[in-house]
């Protein structure tokens, strides 16, 4: 119908001429009239020839959106008769790689610069509007430069839009939608809320024994500027700190008494001493000592490929604050490992391999695939790089935490310490800045073998000042993230705690006993007093996707720690393993089963020097359970129970020697 109204408007116009030329006879002779009937006629059939074609190429064109999707062309490369030379070529290429929203016909032609395939590239602009309104809908960032790149493109097609009628109805109107409901034009907001009612019962301290329900909120602004980087800025803010607690009430850890060269019993102040073995993913806060929902910017980081050679293309990292090693670096346990976000397992053990959290901070790093070897052994890359804990800070000597919690500043000499009152700690806080405080450097190598099985071989050096944990990713003080506190070694939190706890039975609390000692000229008990710590940390990682329901992975690290200024070493050693199993009973879901030992000094009945302590044999094996149930693509729940044996290795005679943790985990993603 459509098609019949236009041919009988067009050929109008030639019976119009056909009557005048009958009533012009007195002007012209009649050969005349005849010639001028003969090419009107001819021109309006012609006319109408042309615009019937032009409808019939629209007519086609409307039923192109009912041919199979998979005859659709949607890389520019593959539009053979697209010339580069023309203006709208670029603009083609760059919204169809970028969205892949335009799209050819299966002979491969869009013919972008010539006036009778205007009509196909003005449908594509509404396409490519179309899939940029719905981008915008879900929250993923469009670039400004393509949206002027589309009102340009409207300019130019501006008649073949309009003749397109309906289906590009109010253009200026929905451009105006884009540029109005952009956050930003670079940046995607995402967003992870846990929310965790949690409860421990074994070997905790009769005054930190409550059920608990906490929070952790992440909210991250990622920035590309040109498609293929990425700035991250993200805030925190928790009301779970980590500290998940256990004292001893009786002398149960053996130390050298100087005095005597004997061993003699030790207990620290009940509820003082944090249990990094016990901590789960949503108590990693910002610095580990903000609460209460304090908001803090707690990472930036930025990512840039580079290459500078043909087919070599090396991916740069580098941080400003909070930079962590598995921001880059494969850590190669699926399922698991969430970079303590909350989809993957309860505890920080299970995440991935402490050697991941020896260093943090500022700094940068790189990965690039390694060629040669990819004949070899599979796909290889090799991974480098280097975090300072305190780069921000310029400070020569400070930074240290008292008994109370505050943070001491800058110090002219060594800071007191509160175990032997009269007496300065035999070494400083230790420096700061980006080479003279905490930091770590780590090579990698991994490779992929036959698509199924990943392995990794681990390095990192590490200097920690006195009170920096050393599996705390960097801290300058605190609990560690994992392990033990005989495997952290933080000056201060085992110092602190004996400060106020007791030596000998019948206890005598710990200042009192010293300055009788120190009255006597006989040496303190100061088991603690230790300066910073050089660790050299060998690791190595390992996953099997065993079947598609099924995975594997396994990891293991060794780390030697050597004390400046004592002449001592000591061993740390962790390991464990699990199985996942995905999409169990529900596409989404997640059983995991993971069980190890976690990070524990080794070196139990060495040293015997005066001044040290030996730790009795009992390792802090750990087990988890837990099933993640998807309750829709942003919102999953998760319940499980975490048994730890010998929380921080020795025996605890106030209670159970095992702890046991029991959580549910709720988790908003967006």
């Known amino acids: 119908m459509l098609k019949l109204l236009w041919k009988t408007l067009l050929v109008s116009p030639a019976f119009m001429g056909i009557v005048l030329a009958s009533n012009s006879a007195a002007a012209e002779g009649a050969t005349q009239s005849e010639f001028q009937f003969n090419q009107s006629a001819t021109e309006g059939v ?72 205007r ?55 929905r451009v105006a939608f884009l540029e109005d409901h952009q956050f930003s034009t670079t940046t995607k907001l995402v967003g992870e809320v846990i929310m965790a009612a949690t409860a421990a019962g074994g070997s905790r301290s009769s005054e930190d024994n409550q059920a608990v329900l906490q929070d952790r909120i992440r909210l991250s602004f990622n920035t590309s500027f040109s498609g293929e980087d990425l700035l991250v800025t993200r805030l925190s803010a928790s009301t779970g700190t980590g500290q998940d607690r256990f004292t001893l009430t009786e002398p149960n850890l053996r130390v050298i008494n100087p005095a005597t060269g004997q061993p003699i019993g030790i207990a620290f102040e009940e509820n003082t001493l944090i249990n990094p073995t016990a901590t789960q993913t949503f108590n990693i806060g910002p610095r580990r000592n903000e609460q209460d929902n304090d908001v803090t910017i707690d990472w930036v980081g930025y990512y840039a490929p580079i290459e500078p050679l043909n ?59 390694v060629g040669f070897l990819e004949s070899l052994l599979g796909p290889t890359s090799v991974s480098f790089g280097y975090l300072a804990g305190t780069a921000n800070d310029p400070c020569l000597n400070g930074g240290g935490q008292n008994p109370d919690g505050s943070i001491r500043g800058c110090q002219s000499g060594n800071a007191d310490n509160p175990a032997t009152p009269g007496f300065e700690y035999a070494e ?56 033990t506190s005989f495997a952290n070694f933080s000056r201060s939190e085992l110092n602190n705690a004996f400060a106020g706890g007791s030596i000998g039975s019948p206890g005598t609390s710990t200042p009192d006993y010293n300055s009788e000692a120190d009255g006597q000229g006989l040496l303190p008990v100061n088991p603690f007093d230790i300066g910073g710590k050089v660790t050299n940390s060998y690791g190595g990682q390992f996953t099997w996707r065993v079947a598609e329901w099924m995975n594997f992975s396994a990891f293991g690290s060794f780390t ?46 060495r040293p015997t020097t005066a001044n040290f302590f030996e730790l009795p044999s009992r390792n802090p ?50």
């Not at 719905?134 to 469009?142: K, P």
């Not at 071989?457 to 560690?480: E, L, M, N």
Request: glycine share 12%; proline share 4%; with cysteine.
């Open 46 to 117: 012609e006319l109408a020839q042309a615009q019937d074609e032009l409808l019939q190429k629209l007519e086609n064109y409307s039923q192109e959106g009912n041919s199979d999707s998979n005859d659709q062309v949607t890389s520019v490369s593959e539009l053979r008769d697209v010339s580069p030379t023309d203006w709208a070529y670029e603009a083609l290429r760059s919204l169809v790689e970028r969205y892949g929203c335009i799209v050819g016909y299966p002979d491969r032609t869009f013919r972008g610069n010539r006036a009778t395939s």
């Open 119 to 173: 009509w196909e590239f003005a449908a594509g602009l509404n396409a490519c509007l179309n899939t940029m309104e719905r981008l915008i809908q879900e929250n993923v960032a469009v670039l400004r430069e393509d949206i002027e790149k589309l009102k340009r493109l409207m300019q130019e097609f501006e008649a073949e839009l309009a003749a397109l009628g309906a289906r590009v109805d109010n253009l200026e109107g």
């Open 311 to 369: 087919n070599f293309k090396i991916d740069t990292y580098i941080t400003a604050w909070g930079g962590r090693w598995h921001h880059f670096v494969p850590t190669l346990n699926p399922f698991f490992e969430d970079f303590d976000g909350g989809k993957g397992s309860l505890s920080t053990f299970a995440q991935r391999n402490p050697i991941y959290r020896i260093g943090g901070g500022a700094g940068a790093g790189m990965s690039f695939q």
């Open 428 to 483: 400083s806080d230790g420096g700061n800045g980006l080479f003279n405080g905490n930091y770590g450097a780590l090579a990698q190598i991994n490779t992929n073998l036959f698509d199924v099985v990943n392995i990794a071989f681990t390095y990192v050096h590490a200097y920690h000042k006195p009170d920096s944990p050393i599996f705390g990713s960097g801290i300058p003080f605190g609990p560690g993230e994992v392990g």
């Open 560 to 605: 030697n720690v050597r004390f400046i200024g004592r002449g001592l070493s000591a061993e740390v050693w962790t390991g464990g393993g699990g199985f996942a199993f995905p999409d169990l009973f529900k596409e989404g879901n997640l059983l995991g089963i993971f069980a190890g030992v976690q990070p524990y000094h080794g070196g139990r009945n």
């Open 621 to 670: 094996v750990t087990a988890e359970v837990f099933y993640r149930y998807q309750v829709t693509d942003n919102i999953s729940i998760t319940p499980g129970v975490i048994w730890i044996a010998n929380p921080d290795q020795f025996v605890n005679i106030q209670g159970a020697d095992d702890e046991v943790i029991g959580t549910v985990r709720g988790t908003f993603s967006f």
